[in-house]
């Protein structure tokens, strides 16, 4: 094995391994990063690109303006299936393996899924560090909230968070004296303006005399809205060198994406780049001491049988996204982090035969299955106008309830059906097929109907199950000989009654706001079906992936350490939201940003030993 050459090497380009590398190359730590999929999205002229391959797609998912290579495969939407008789494996990136569907996806490009998400920049709950304490479910974590407090600052201003400290001040959450987020919130729109009139105040009863004061509030965004002062927003950007950098894009880039636009495509696209993605951290790094190896699929970690060291990651580097022809390599460093995704964290790793001697790693599978509520608001309510979402629900994210069944959280939508039913698309479609209209009476219909469209996504809290788990078959490969995931998920009793409890606030809240619940018949939506107590929900995933290397204080029970260091190798770190014990209710990116930038603090203490 050749001498290092590198401080520290680094496994993924997407938010966790972008924090770590701008904040190592400001400490002068030299840093070799590995990106698998291609780097498409260095350049906003090849950004646009994309915008475009979006813009053609039939089919508008999360993947669509993301073609994943052929040597760095991806979960696609289109493909989730389970496996049957006459269709044994799927024909997607993963082996489903059930009983349930593990319906959520991820983009391996420069950037990751920080390309495709949201935006949503919730803290996790106090409560949330300490299920197994305070309500008897799952499992504590091995730090609590007021550690990880000043970190979550930290990401908030790394990403760029816009939202207002008072109006998040809820369930236990804190701030310290003085503290805000570095933009204000955006703006919420006209429907969560006439939403939150309607049904602010209203109370849901949660079993046990427990209930719910609903409010309507802005959630925290990672979209560029108006910086407090001494914060600079930071827009679109161009990760080229000076060298490659057309001066064309770069006078385009300067004027775009510091506010946002009001686009309703953040996810799977922003056009102007007013949300974060990774590159915009990547973009910010000491380019002196980082290197950027994209098209590099770490198949192999290198491990000295003696002491567990890792003394290499065996990499397949590839010339072109659509050939199965690499040439294999090795890179060397004193210090790795792998922060390539929860799955393919663990694939990997099980790939290199880590696993072996852990039981923990793969298991605990998490994400947010969710619902769909939609129905028509008894006037104009002004759908499809605004960011695809600026509000949520949070009163339902904490409580002593917690111990019968899962927390939910409600994401409002201002992109009528779209979600849920492919509006407007078929709404149109529906008018002129089935009920024959066109002309003036069409254009009637769809004035009268389009802008009553409201739309909330119910995501639902799910515990860690050993049984829910990513492992690997050798009968299962992708085109560069890598394995593909094996995943075997189930959604518990304590997640379905979480959707029961979801279900009935979402029509008590329908109820009081006057709007025609149009969600009650299910069965033709386009998503896995689950049954619970004589009722059929249908889910899908929120693409928020976790548990699968969790941490712990004990290495017979998790694979990190509290800094996200492997317990049986001392120079590996695996990061992101794969070590979260369990997650709550929030979308796990914040959470899995401020991990980040603390194993960051203590890499630079222990290279600079």
Known sequence: ??????????????????????????????????????????????????????????????????????????????????????????????????????GSTYTRTLGGSTLHWLGVSLRMLPEDFRMRTLHGVARDWPLDYATLAPYYEQAEHEIGVSADVEEQRYHGLSFRPGYNYPMRRIPPSYSDQKLAAAVDGLRVPLGDDAEAAVRVRTYPAGRNSTPRRGYEPVGAVDLVGEDDRDSDAEARTSDLGGRCQGNTSCTPICPVQAKYNAGKSLAQADRRYLTIVPQ?????????????????????????PKAAVFEEKVAVGRFYVLATHAVENAKLMLASDLGRDDDALGRNLMDHPALYAW?????????????????????????????????????????????STGAPDTTVADAVLNRGLFGAKLRDDLAGTLPRQVRMSLAVEQLPDPGNRVTIDPAHRDAFGNPRPVIDYRITDYTLAGMAAASEAARAIFA??????????????????????????????????????????????????????????????????????????????LTLAALALRTADRLITDARR
């Not at 052929?70 to 393996?97: E, H, K, M, W």
């Not at 309510?381 to 960011?387: D, E, T, V």
């Not at 029970?557 to 979260?580: E, M, T, Y």
């Open 1 to 102: 094995m050749s001498e290092a050459t590198h401080d520290v090497v680094i496994v993924g380009a997407g938010v966790a391994g972008a924090l770590i590398a701008k904040r190592l190359t400001a400490a002068g730590l030299k840093v070799l990063m590995l990106e698998a999929g291609p780097a498409s999205t260095q350049r906003y002229t090849d950004y646009l690109a994309h915008l475009d391959h979006f813009h053609a797609a039939a089919a508008k998912g999360a993947e669509s303006p993301w073609p994943p290579a052929l040597g760095a495969p991806q979960p696609d939407s289109a493909d989730l299936a389970l496996p049957t008789p006459q269709l044994p494996a799927t024909n997607g990136y993963f082996i489903q393996r059930g009983p349930q569907l593990y």
């Open 296 to 320: 590099a699929v770490a198949c192999r970690v290198e491990v000295d049988g003696g002491d567990g060291r890792v003394t290499g990651i065996r990499y397949q580097h590839y010339a072109d």
């Open 375 to 419: 129905g028509l608001a008894p006037a104009p309510w002004g759908a499809f106008r605004g960011p695809q979402s600026s509000s949520g629900i949070e009163e339902f994210r904490g409580g002593r309830f917690r111990a019968r069944h899962a927390a939910f959280r409600f994401d409002i939508g201002n992109d009528g059906w779209r979600a």
């Open 512 to 589: 009081q706001a006057g709007i025609t619940d149009c969600s009650k018949t299910t069965t033709e939506l386009p998503f896995p079906a689950v049954d619970y107590a004589q009722q059929t929900f249908r889910y899908h995933g929120m693409g928020h992936f976790a548990g699968t290397h969790a941490m712990g204080a004990d290495p017979a029970s998790s694979v990190v350490d509290p800094d996200q260091r492997a317990w049986r190798h001392c120079n590996l770190f695996v990061v992101g939201s794969g070590s979260f014990p369990t997650m709550g209710t929030s979308n796990p990116t």
